[in-house]
Structures are given as structure tokens and as C-alpha cells.
């Protein structure tokens, strides 16, 4: 990180930090604005990629204070889309590979805990609405504020691939965040950027993907998330 920064800074670049929801960690109000200072366990199985992420936003802030280095900080939340990897854990890839395999749908808890998806295309042009912002240096929110629960999306998914996969119940991780919604009120006002396509288009789209996949016998078992 150090590396990067310092070579925008002798280049006169400007810099964008793809951070993360996750320096929010398990919160305690939703949705979750960027001034929110976070529910985070400093000592768990989560908090490697937690600290990091919330480490490198502090970092990036310094070289903006101390070198004037152009800096820009998206918030990601939950993103899916065509390309994904099937093995990449996440909820939306790890549902639809496994229904459409046939495999048991695997739920972490109850399936209570909610995350808000938001599309590639979506995403993307969020990131690139930020990048060509005149001067905005403060974290933003990329995200899409749908908010659905886990076990309605594995609903949902089973029903678009007309899977027969049963669901299939585990424990809860340590620190798994129980709410995960975007406030995007900075985004829209900042950048003018909204995200556009909706959850069943977009699913529609991921599904076909990985139908293509396995099709081709590119699609394999899910890792476990």
C-alpha cells in the first residue's frame, strides 16, 4: 500500500483505495453511513481483513494530508455478477453453483443475517463515478441499499435455477455480521451515482453465466464460505 501511494505521489496520480463494508463489522445501526465508526472485534478470525482494510483508510488519509495525494476511498459492500468465481465463497456464487449442481444449499445460522447486493455493472460505475470526482477525499458508500436476508436469497436462487437442492443448516462464523445495508445518501448527492439494475435482472444474468460454465464442464464444487 505504502508502495502505491508513494509512487502516486511522485507521479501525481490520483488514488483510489478499494476498501470495504467489513470497517463497519458487525453494526449496530442500519444502513450504515460512512461517519459510522463500526462494531469491530480488533482480536478474531475476521479481524486480519477488518484491520487492514480499516488500517490502509487511515494511511490513505495521511498521504493526502502530509503529500496532497489525490485520494479516493470506495466503501464496497456485497457485489456479484457474470465472471464470478464459483469457488470464491460467496454467497451468491456458493447458492447458484450449488443448485445448480444439485448440491445442498449450505446456510450459515439461520439464515437471518442480511446483505445488500449490488451488480458488477453497477459497482463499476460507481467506482468510476468517484475516480472522475473533482475533489472528494472522504469514504463513500458503494453499495446497493436492497437489503435481503440470506436464507431469502437461497429462496430466491433456488427458485430461478428450478433446483431441487435442499437447504442445509451450519453454525454461525464468529463475528458474521447479523445486518450489512448501505446508507447511499453521499453517493447520490456526490457523485449522481445510483445503482440501476435490480436483483432479479441481475441474478438472471449471474445464473446464465455459470449455466454457460457448466455447460462447458468448467463448473465444479463450491469451496466452503
Known amino acids: 500500500m505504502q508502495n502505491l501511494l508513494e509512487l502516486a505521489r511522485l507521479k501525481g496520480a490520483r488514488f483510489l483505495q478499494s476498501s470495504t463494508s467489513e470497517v463497519y463489522g458487525d453494526p449496530l445501526q442500519s444502513p450504515q453511513v460512512e461517519d459510522y465508526k463500526g462494531n469491530v472485534n480488533t482480536y478474531g478470525p475476521r479481524a486480519c481483513y477488518d484491520e ?19 485520494t479516493r476511498i470506495a466503501r464496497i459492500f456485497n457485489t456479484y455478477g457474470p465472471r464470478m468465481r464459483p469457488d470464491d465463497g460467496r454467497v451468491i456464487s456458493n447458492f447458484v453453483v450449488e443448485a445448480l449442481l444439485g448440491e445442498p444449499i449450505t446456510i450459515y445460522g439461520d439464515g437471518s443475517q442480511t446483505r445488500s447486493f449490488c451488480y ?34 437461497a429462496e430466491i ?21 447479523m445486518i450489512r445495508r448501505p446508507c447511499i445518501a ?17 441474478l438472471e444474468q449471474t445464473i446464465a453465466a455459470f449455466l454457460k460454465e457448466l455447460d462447458n464442464g468448467q ?5 466452503a464460505q
Not at 447520490?188 to 441481475?202: H, I, Q, S, T, Y
Open 120 to 153: 458488477v455493472e453497477d459497482q463499476i460505475d460507481g467506482l468510476m463515478a468517484l475516480m472522475a470526482s473533482p475533489d472528494w477525499h472522504q469514504p463513500v458508500n458503494i453499495g446497493n441499499p436492497d437489503e435481503h436476508s440470506v436464507l431469502e436469497m
Open 186 to 202: 453521499r453517493a447520490k448527492e456526490v457523485l449522481g451515482w445510483a445503482p440501476r439494475v435490480g436483483l432479479d435482472e441481475g
Open 219 to 223: 463448473l465444479h464444487h463450491v469451496a
Open 52 to 70: 487492514g482494510k480499516r488500517a490502509a483508510e487511515t494511511l490513505i488519509l495521511e498521504y493526502r494530508r502530509a503529500y496532497g495525494v489525490e
Open 157 to 177: 436462487v433456488l427458485a430461478k435455477t428450478g433446483s431441487g437442492s435442499k437447504l442445509v443448516f451450519c453454525d454461525l462464523p464468529q463475528d458474521d455480521p
